[in-house]
């Protein structure tokens, strides 16, 4: 392996030169940039606490993620010799609780013609037997996307140190034949098996504008043939990271990717290259004729549904079978600028891991982070029936502010007074953006103002306001990021998504996690999920604030509210 990567880096030395190249929509490669080893400087105030990163350099997707022999293996894209996309391996890291991660040589790197300029994002899979595979794509020379097979060397090793590649690589490739995308035909998914005994994957890819979830099918693994038809296709531009796996219409437990029948839905998620968003749909599976159908009413692409409304993309789930649940994974890019990123020697982030479930109503999904996290709690502190009249802001002491997670619940009454949703309202972010947090209402804004600074001149906020819509009545929930930071180069938008609760007998629910440089907020129990990315210049580690705000003319009440300073994991730095 040592020697592979020896060979490795000296390709890609071999073309360090300079500009910037576009190789993919989602891949820019600062040629320039390659070649600087990243060395992260000592004060580092937006290094998260207990979210995952190596200690430096470039990281994007979660690749295969699986649970093996009770441990848990995270696969992700990363770049060893920078803070910049390039030079891209399989790195891997493992775990027994989803939140301590032990880091490993990497997996997966170039070594075959099927893969020698690039290793890109896959998925593993779990054989009869309890025999793990991955199936991944590789960059060919002629630089085709094309999809390999990589297994274990050593499967009585639990933490699965080294792996092999098939002779038989590439198994899945563009021909003119298929007529498939060369420069688009990438991701496989978590295999499963079908009626007859076959496996099934699917690709992504596109024709024109036409997302495609191209499917293939194995009686062995190793030999792949195309179906006659995509399992499903949108014109929603390209498709990346396709996601495919059942969901129980019945409880939260997650069940295996084979399972079909009356009693689970069906979700595929895809990642929008176009705009970089994971946005998924539910529906049926017809896994005799190898369909996948919407249910009536969905909507695909940015206006329907989406895992995250905020940074959020290129996301995996796979089947924790210890444990009985489906587990979501993402990828968080950052904000800055690049030339931030290399100055402090890294970029990206993967969010909390999530259980994810079918909402009762059968229309969305529901996420909640991994219980597993609330071992990092500490200094606790709590409010109850504590009134916040129109206009009004608390702080709460006692939690370390720039690394805590805060939940509260809200309760409104007065509704009469809501101010009107207007038809033409129909875009949450867009309403986010023209009504934040300094934009006085009625009933709202109301909600958190985290990593904040005294005097309130860096804040965001995450908030919701209530509208008299059409025979009910609307929440909007929104993170307002335009108060984040003082430095303006880095992005600031404002995200937001309506709430589906009915707040007239459900009480309001927030929950955020807060990690120096990350924002992740659930409303509604889960129902909707907003991450962001801030960097704040003056509310930073020990200066953070950490406040609960009214700006509406109304009062609101919090009904009860929890907060506790997290722990830090073993890979991030101490708090200056």
Aim: proline share 5%; net charge positive.
């Amino acid at each position: 392996m040592a020697n592979s990567n020896v060979a490795f880096f000296f390709f890609f030395a071999l073309l360090i030169g300079h500009g910037i190249v576009e190789l993919e929509a989602s891949h820019l490669v600062y040629k320039h940039l390659l070649g600087l080893l990243s060395s992260a400087p000592a004060n580092q105030p937006y290094r998260t606490g207990y979210h995952f990163q190596p200690p430096k350099n470039w990281i994007n997707d979660p690749n295969g993620v699986m649970i093996y022999k009770g441990v848990y293996h995270l696969f992700y894209q990363y770049n060893p010799k920078g803070a910049v996309w390039g030079n891209i391996v399989w790195a891997h890291s493992t775990s027994n609780d989803l939140v301590n991660w032990t880091p490993h040589e990497p997996a997966i790197f170039p070594s075959q013609p099927s893969d020698i300029n690039g290793c890109w994002s896959g998925s593993a899979t779990i054989l009869p037997g309890g025999k793990p595979a991955i199936l991944y794509t590789g960059i060919d020379p002629l630089n085709r996307q094309v999809q390999n097979l990589a297994i274990p060397k050593n499967l009585s090793d639990p933490y699965l140190r080294e792996w092999v590649k098939s002779t038989k690589n590439p198994l899945m490739q563009p021909t003119a034949q298929n007529q498939i995308n060369s420069s688009s035909f990438r991701d496989p998914t978590t295999a499963w098996l079908g009626p007859d005994n076959k496996w099934r994957v699917v690709i992504g890819s596109k024709v024109d504008q036409l997302g495609l979830a191209i499917l293939y099918k194995s009686k062995d693994f190793v030999n792949w043939y195309q179906s006659k038809t995509p399992l499903h296709s949108a014109n929603t531009g390209m498709w990346e990271c396709p996601d495919f796996y059942p969901v129980p219409i019945h409880g939260q437990n997650g069940v295996d990717s084979s399972l079909n029948g009356p009693y689970v839905k069906h979700v595929l998620k895809v990642s929008l290259d176009n705009t970089r968003h994971d946005c998924y749909t539910i529906g049926s599976y017809d896994n005799v004729k190898d369909i996948y159908k919407p249910d009536e009413g969905s909507v695909e692409g940015d206006s329907g549904l989406r895992y995250d409304y905020g940074k959020y993309y290129a996301s995996k789930t796979f089947f924790d079978d210890f444990k009985n649940r489906r587990i979501l994974t993402g990828w968080i890019n950052e904000s800055s600028s690049v030339a931030d990123d290399i100055k402090k020697g890294w970029s990206g982030v993967h969010a909390t891991p999530r259980k994810i479930w079918l909402a009762r109503s059968r229309k969305q999904l529901v996420q909640w982070p991994v219980t597993e996290i609330e071992k990092l709690r500490t200094n606790h502190i709590s409010l109850a029936n504590k009134l916040l009249k129109g206009g009004s802001v608390i702080e709460f002491s006692g939690v370390t502010a720039a690394q805590a997670d805060v939940e509260v619940s809200f309760e409104i009454k007065d509704f009469e007074k809501a101010e009107v949703l207007e038809p033409s309202w129909t875009n949450p972010q867009l309403l986010c953006t023209r009504m934040g947090a300094s934009v006085k209402g009625s009933l709202g804004p109301f909600g958190l103002l985290v990593l904040a600074s005294e005097g309130l001149k860096e804040r965001t906020a995450v908030f919701f306001r209530i509208f008299k819509g059409h025979n009910k009545y609307v929440v909007l929930m929104c993170s307002d990021q335009s108060r984040s930071s003082l430095n303006q180069d880095n992005d600031m938008t404002t995200y937001g998504a309506f709430l589906d609760v009915d707040i007239r007998h459900h009480k309001l629910s927030l929950r955020s996690l807060i990690d120096h440089s990350i924002v992740e907020s659930f409303g509604g129990g889960g129902k909707v999920c907003i991450t962001s990315r801030v960097y704040p210049t003056l509310a930073i580690n020990k200066a953070a604030r950490l406040y609960a705000f009214n700006y509406g003319s109304q009062s609101i009440k919090i009904s009860k509210l929890n907060a506790w300073s997290m722990t830090f994991k073993w890979t991030n730095l101490t708090l200056q």
